[in-house]
């Protein structure tokens, strides 16, 4: 079995910034990408940004310029560099990574954390 865990969402002024980070665990052969999801109030689950094991990253228009997302392979861990935050960047934020098993590949959701931007 494995799961990823999220941590680093919380209260932020506009123009302020948080580091997301994501945490594979359990039985893991090897990871291939991981990425970002937000979920606003009333909206559609969006990507936000998604990394491929190379390190490849592919970010939202949304985003893009002020988000960065990063991964430490060795950690088995991906982080979300959030700059300039505006208030409609206040959702909840989940992380996914497809993780092969020695068995199969699992694709993983976190239980999500709140980033909320506000003054």
């Known amino acids: 079995q494995v799961q990823v865990e999220e941590s680093g969402g919380g209260l932020v002024q506009p123009g302020g910034s948080l580091r997301l980070s994501c945490t594979a665990s359990?039985?893991?052969?090897?990871?291939?990408?991981m990425g970002w999801y937000r979920q606003a109030p009333g909206k559609q689950r969006e990507l936000v940004a998604s990394?491929?094991?190379?390190?490849?990253?592919n970010y939202s228009p949304s985003v893009a310029g002020r988000f960065t997302i990063s991964r430490d392979n060795a950690k088995k861990t991906v982080y979300l560099q959030m700059n300039s935050l505006k208030p409609e960047d206040t959702a909840v934020y989940y992380c996914?990574?497809?993780?092969?098993?020695?068995?199969?590949?699992?694709?993983?959701w976190g239980q999500g954390t709140q980033v909320t931007v506000s003054s």
């Open positions: 990394i491929r094991a190379s390190g490849s990253a």
């Open positions: 996914l990574a497809e993780i092969y098993t020695p068995e199969t590949l699992v694709t993983s």
């Open positions: 359990g039985n893991i052969f090897t990871i291939n990408d």
